[in-house]
């Protein structure tokens, strides 16, 4: 399983873009990208998934570089409500995938 | 309201007591999961279970006792636990068992605590 490392903290501020990158040096061919969002005592809930370039859908953009190893995960506009733990998982076929200890997004009013 | 529903919300329970976990998916999906989270630690994969057989059990103590009646329905059976065992216990389903990453629904979780 690729590895995955992600800064442990952020903070923003209500209105500002966040942007959250994660490296996966080892990631294999057949991998995706996907971010989970978590809010305190509730479970993990998808968000996006990418394989590469560019992913938007209603709530996030996904930004992937042509050598896979990185990508990052941008929120625009934050609100109060955004403040999560957002995690990034690299695999395939794998329900073993390992949630890591995400970056704790805090935004403040 | 992700599809999955795990009851009770909250549970607080002594060491000696038997108590369950249920979770219900109303997905139509065919694996259902248990995961352990504690405070300020990873999620852990506890069991898996794949058209009701149990296909994974990651090492876990067998004060922790699944059960998979129907592909619909999923117990964790809970016994003479340790305090160390208070944690937020998430249950989870998918698709087919060889699921990619992104089609995990999860509940939103039992809190577990062991006085």
């Known amino acids: 399983l690729a590895k995955t490392t992600q800064p442990i903290s952020m903070d923003s501020y209500e209105g500002q873009e966040v942007n959250i990158t994660c490296s996966h040096n080892n990631i294999a061919t057949n991998d995706y990208i996907t971010w989970y969002q978590q809010f305190p005592s509730q479970g993990p809930r998808f968000i996006i998934q990418?394989?590469?370039t560019k992913v938007t859908n209603e709530v996030a953009s996904l930004f992937i570089p042509a050598d896979r190893k990185s990508s990052t995960l941008s929120l625009p506009r934050v609100s109060l409500s955004d403040t999560a733990v957002y995690y990034c998982?690299?695999?395939?076929?794998?329900?073993?995938?390992?949630f890591g200890a995400g970056t704790t997004v805090t935004v403040r009013a | 309201e992700t599809g999955v529903t795990q009851t009770p919300r909250h549970l607080v329970m002594g060491m000696t007591n038997k108590k369950s976990l249920k979770c219900e998916q109303h997905?139509?999906?065919?694996?259902m999961y248990w995961y352990k989270q504690s405070a300020k630690k990873p999620l852990e994969l506890m069991f898996v279970y794949s058209l009701e057989e149990r296909v994974e059990n990651n090492s876990v103590p067998s004060r922790f006792s699944p059960e998979c009646p129907n592909s619909s329905h999923l117990f964790l059976h809970l016994h003479t636990l340790q305090p160390e065992d208070s944690a937020l216990y998430l249950c989870?389903?998918?698709?087919?068992?060889?699921?990619?990453?992104?089609?995990?629904?999860f509940g939103e979780g039992s809190r577990l605590t062991v006085l």
């Open positions: 989870a389903s998918s698709l087919r068992l060889v699921a990619e990453a992104g089609e995990l629904f």
């Open positions: 997905l139509g999906h065919n694996a």
């Open positions: 990418g394989y590469k």
């Open positions: 998982l690299v695999g395939r076929n794998d329900y073993k995938l390992s």
